[in-house]
């Protein structure tokens, strides 16, 4: 079945990159509908979005023939994901309190579908208290997001936070939401981040993941459609759209968590789970001027790519675990498979900026061969490897252990 999307554009100059939306759009066989508020058609006409489209545009609530022939409810109903780019900061906090004086605005509180906005508009606008009330609650109401990003402004000479994320960027976060593709139906798991481990109430151990790469493998496996969980450690990054995010802390809360996530096609074990936890936080916070220093005693944190390796029935069918190494890189990698029980390991040489870069460069190792990448962005290891992952899952019958 084609999937249907509602395209609402806004009044802001980023309406011009919203054809190109279009275009995208209808490429990944979508059909597409556009509705355009009263200000969008300043910026550009609906007879280009039209044109694009291969059917009429509709604007108007009040329009005798457009809401006889095809009304607002169902506009709202008769699509599977409605995408408003460019997302004004009236539109926002128009959806944001419920009103609908207008087509967009009627529909989008009509809508029973899932809605996904592309902000845009200046700096200064979206960084408004108010503007980031509505952004705050309209993500509270489960709306998802794809940008606004940083950089130049229409505006002469401004930069800052408010280009609306380009069309390619919408795209993706589109066909995340859209749950088509090959891994449809598929259930996936990625852990990603850090874990923190208590000290006490207000220390903690740690290290430096940023979850980069988590997040990108989470969200290239919602773009071919899996149904993904992302169990993350604490992270500056957002939940990208379509994946559902578990936000958790401690090693055992993220194995938790994992478990929790069962039954599952495939894990991806991305997170930079802390060897150790103090064997005992303490339930105060310590104090300084105690005589002498005081000392932390470890424990062992448990392992949570091998115990969701462990044969048996609930294994999930594909186990993915990453090794950071700094040398003999391979040889440490094939080892890592034999004593955690998973099925591949993406291993990467951390010896030079890779942890925390925005680039990675791996070695992907099957149980019956190894193969090596050249080095690329996260985001497309992370598309190389969901793809890699649903060949995998696609020509493998059902394994029984
Ligand atoms: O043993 P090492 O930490 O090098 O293994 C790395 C791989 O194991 C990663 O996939 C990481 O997410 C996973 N891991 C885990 N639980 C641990 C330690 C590592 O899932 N306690």
Known sequence: MSKRVLLVIGGGIAAYKSLDLIRRLKETGAAVRVVMTEAAQRFVTPLAAGALVGERVFT???????????????????????????????????????????????????????????????????????????????????????GPNEG????????????MAEPEEIRDA?????????????RALVTAGPTIEAIDPVRFLSNRSSGRQGYAIAAALAELGADVTLVSGPTNLAAPPGVKRVGVESAREMLAASEAALPLDVAVMVAAVADWRPAQAADEKLKKDK?????????????????????????????????????????????????????????????????????????????????????MAKDAVARKLAAEIAAALSSKPRRRS
């Open 152 to 163: 130049e402004m229409a505006e002469r000479g401004e930069r800052g936070v408010g280009r």
């Open 174 to 186: 589109a066909l995340a939401l859209l749950n088509d593709g090959p891994l449809k139906g598929k």
């Open 60 to 146: 108007d609530l009040f329009d005798q023939t457009q809401e006889f022939d095809v009304g607002h409810i169902r506009l709202a109903r008769e699509c599977d994901l409605i995408v408003v780019a460019p997302a004004t900061a009236d539109l926002m906090a128009k959806a944001a309190n419920g009103l609908a004086n207008d087509l967009a605005s009627a529909v989008l509180l009509a809508t029973d579908k899932p809605v996904l906005m592309a902000p845009a508009m200046n700096p200064r606008m979206w960084a408004n208290a108010a503007t980031q009330r509505n952004f705050a609650r309209l993500q509270a109401d489960g709306l998802s997001f794809v």
């Open 291 to 375: 005589a002498g220093l005081p000392a932390i005693s470890l424990a062992e944190n448990p392992d949570i790519l091998a115990t969701l390796s462990k044969p048996g029935k609930k294994r999930p069918k594909l186990v993915i675990g990453f090794a950071a190494e700094t040398e003999n890189v391979e040889e440490h990698a094939r080892a890592k498979i034999a004593r955690k029980g998973c099925d591949w390991i993406v291993a990467n040489d951390v010896s030079g900026d890779v942890m925390g870069g925005a680039e990675n460069q791996v070695l992907l190792i099957k149980t019956d061969g190894a193969e090596a990448w050249p080095r």
